[in-house]
T-cell receptor
Framework: GDSVTQMEGPVTLSEEAFLTINCTYTATGYPSLFWYVQYPGEGLQLLLKATKADDKGSNKGFEATYRKETTSFHLEKGSVQVSDSAVYFCALSDRTGGGNKLTFGTGTQLKVEL | NAGVTQTPKFQVLKTGQSMTLQCAQDMNHNSMYWYRQDPGMGLRLIYYSASEGTTDKGEVPNGYNVSRLNKREFSLRLESAAPSQTSVYFC?????????????????FGNGTRLTVT
């Protein structure tokens, strides 16, 4: 079945540091890939997505590139801010099986300190 | 624009009690979902509904029932609550009914219901 593996957190960085959160996936078909962010006390919000190999999703300074050869979709940001502190989830939506379900990773908590 | 609205926000139940979590969306989405979120386990799909009148089991359906009341509303019922059902429950929706029309579209989430079963 489909699965998503994320690096464990928490990840603690100083403001303006470079961020990488690793995500790899296993899928039976050719999935679309997503990053979601969850701020404390809230639901998940879409951060970015990519739907085919070599696509780069980007939003609010975050980027992730769909790498089919390494089955990865790592999240990066060049300079993090305190306001980026949140939990980040990698997810996939497979075209097989009706394409109706998203499979999520376990989430990576990011803490950014001054 | 309300998006996805869940009620209640918090609930405490005793073992064996029943309750229904309500969810409504105003985005005219066809597909709706119920997930639970537990520490270290990410989000796990309980049930989903690809369109009005249809429901399907997800990864962890045992102990739950759902009703797709109409296109807007999708409720989750716990008939006899157990401590293992202590969790944060999220409702979500997205456009499309499956296949090509769905897999590219993102989920829109509510703010969750925090349920404690003692």
């Amino acid at each position: 079945g489909d699965s998503v593996t994320q690096m464990e957190g928490p990840v603690t960085l100083s403001e303006e540091a470079f961020l990488t959160i690793n995500c790899t996936y296993t899928a039976t078909g050719y999935p679309s890939l997503f990053w979601y962010v969850q701020y404390p006390g809230e639901g998940l919000q879409l951060l970015l997505k990519a739907t085919k190999a070599d696509d780069k999703g980007s939003n609010k300074g975050f980027e992730a590139t769909y790498r089919k050869e390494t089955t990865s979709f790592h999240l990066e940001k060049g300079s993090v801010q305190v306001s980026d502190s949140a939990v980040y989830f990698c997810a996939l939506s497979d075209r097989t099986g009706g394409g109706n379900k998203l499979t999520f990773g376990t989430g990576t908590q990011l803490k950014v300190e001054l | 624009n309300a998006g996805v609205t869940q009620t209640p926000k918090f609930q405490v139940l005793k073992t064996g009690q029943s309750m229904t979590l309500q969810c409504a969306q105003d985005m005219n989405h066809n597909s709706m979902y119920w997930y639970r979120q537990d520490p270290g386990m990410g989000l796990r799909l309980i049930y989903y509904s690809a369109s009005e009148g249809t429901t399907d089991k997800g990864e962890v359906p045992n102990g739950y029932n759902v009703s797709r009341l109409n296109k807007r509303e999708f409720s989750l019922r716990l008939e006899s609550a157990a401590p293992s059902q202590t969790s944060v429950y999220f409702c979500a929706s997205r456009t499309g009914t499956g296949g090509q029309s769905s897999y590219n579209s993102p989920l829109h989430f509510g703010n969750g219901t925090r349920l404690t079963v003692t």
